[in-house]
Nanobody, 120 residues
Framework: VQLQASGGGSVQAGGSLRLSCAPS???????????MGWYRQAPGKERVLVAT???????NYADSVKGRFTISRDNTKKTIYLQMNSLTPEDTAVYYC????????????WGQGTEVTVSS
């Protein structure tokens, strides 16, 4: 399984970006029964949770992004999204897609990371 993330880039403060993440070689039933999410790592800092979405579509957010970011999943496309609005320079980081599939036990999968840069 590989997680293919995309959508990063450079924006000015107040702007928006949408990240996407899709696992390769995962059948639909496996994708449906998964918890997926986004983490981020700013320069010189640890990787931290941004948001997750469970198999029911229920989201969970870090306090720092509540009200600005929206995580969602489209099971028909086997893809999750992170809509990021009202971006600030503090959101600058490499964003990593994360997945846990019930069919694969406790293994945690990570994407390659996509960089988000927000300028003031």
């Amino acid at each position: 399984v590989q997680l293919q993330a995309s959508g990063g880039g450079s924006v000015q403060a107040g702007g928006s970006l949408r990240l996407s993440c899709a696992p390769s070689r995962v059948i639909l039933s496996t994708f449906r029964d998964s918890t997926m999410g986004w983490y981020r790592q700013a320069p010189g800092k640890e990787r931290v949770l941004v948001a997750t979405v469970d198999r029911s579509g229920f989201p969970n957010y870090a306090d720092s992004v509540k009200g600005r970011f929206t995580i969602s999943r489209d099971n028909t496309k086997k893809t999750i999204y992170l809509q990021m609005n009202s971006l600030t320079p503090e959101d600058t980081a490499v964003y990593y897609c994360n997945a846990r599939f019930a069919a694969y036990g406790t293994t945690v999968y990570w994407g390659q990371g996509t960089e988000v840069t927000v300028s003031s």
